[in-house]
Nanobody, 120 residues
Framework: QVQLVESGGGLVQPGGSLRLSCAAP????????MGWYRQAPGKQRELVAA???????DYGDSVKGRFTISRDNAKNTVYLQMNSLKPEDTAVYYC??????????????WGQGTQVTVSS
């Protein structure tokens, strides 16, 4: 079973920063765009950011200018740097391997999720 392994979540105060990491098997990482989604209690899962192997980017409107997605193709790892965090960023964050056409479309491979809580 394919596993995407996330790390880096936790509790942070408003205005703080966190960096999430997601490691994927090489064959999956090299063939797919990678994305980060999040799901807050009672809300639908939403795309946070996505990146292709060539570096094409996309961000959700609510995180533009605050979050940065990047990938290290040598380490088969995608990162999400989150700055200026707000309480409304509180959610479970999921890594995904998908397809980037006109828009990023989630694929079948998901991580287990990592909790991010922004609170004073």
């Amino acid at each position: 079973q394919v596993q995407l392994v996330e790390s880096g979540g936790g509790l942070v105060q408003p205005g703080g920063s966190l960096r999430l990491s997601c490691a994927a098997p090489g064959i999956i990482f090299s063939r797919n765009a990678m994305g980060w989604y999040r799901q807050a209690p009672g809300k639908q899962r939403e795309l946070v950011a996505a990146i292709t192997s060539g570096g094409r980017l996309d961000y959700g409107d609510s995180v533009k200018g605050r979050f940065t997605i990047s990938r290290d193709n040598a380490k088969n790892t995608v990162y999400l740097q989150m700055n200026s965090l707000k309480p409304e960023d509180t959610a479970v964050y999921y890594c995904n391997a998908g397809v980037f056409g006109t828009y990023y479309r989630a694929g079948d491979y998901w991580g287990q999720g990592t909790q991010v809580t922004v609170s004073s």
